[in-house]
């Protein structure tokens, strides 16, 4: 089993940052692709950026590409997401999953991750 802890979410004005974090724990010692996703008010949840384990192979999403940066540090067990320029669309709850693959595989199907976070809230104000 693998817990996962997001944070750094709130409440921010339209062109602003915030970083995002994903603190795994439990049986970490196995290679995890990561991805962020999130779910907007009566949106569907959607991929916005995904990550191999070794941290050499990631996608990003359309719609936030040159805007959100994922990352991740696998000493500290924890994943990021750099958002800047933030909009108001970009309002959601970021989620931040786990799947078991191979160090450089990225999955990007959001029904392959096998554990998920609780979520943390992002505001974007206009």
């Known amino acids: 089993q693998v817990q996962l802890v997001e944070s750094g979410g709130g409440l921010v004005q339209a062109g602003g940052s915030l970083r995002l974090s994903c603190v795994a724990s439990?049986?970490?010692?196995?290679?995890?692709?990561m991805g962020w996703f999130r779910q907007g008010p009566g949106k569907e949840r959607e991929l916005v950026a995904v990550?191999?384990?070794?941290?050499?192979?990631?996608y990003h999403a359309t719609s936030v590409k040159g805007r959100f940066t994922i990352s991740r540090d696998n000493a500290k067990n924890t994943v990021y997401l750099q958002m800047n320029s933030l909009k108001p669309e970009d309002t959601a709850v970021y989620y931040c999953?786990?799947?078991?693959?191979?160090?450089?595989?990225?999955?990007?199907?959001?029904?392959?991750?096998?554990?998920w976070g609780q979520g943390t809230q992002v505001t974007v104000s206009s």
């Open positions: 999953a786990a799947a078991r693959r191979a160090i450089h595989t990225i999955v990007v199907v959001t029904t392959q991750y096998d554990y």
């Open positions: 439990g049986r970490t010692d196995s290679s995890y692709a």
């Open positions: 990550i191999s384990w070794s941290g050499g192979t990631t």
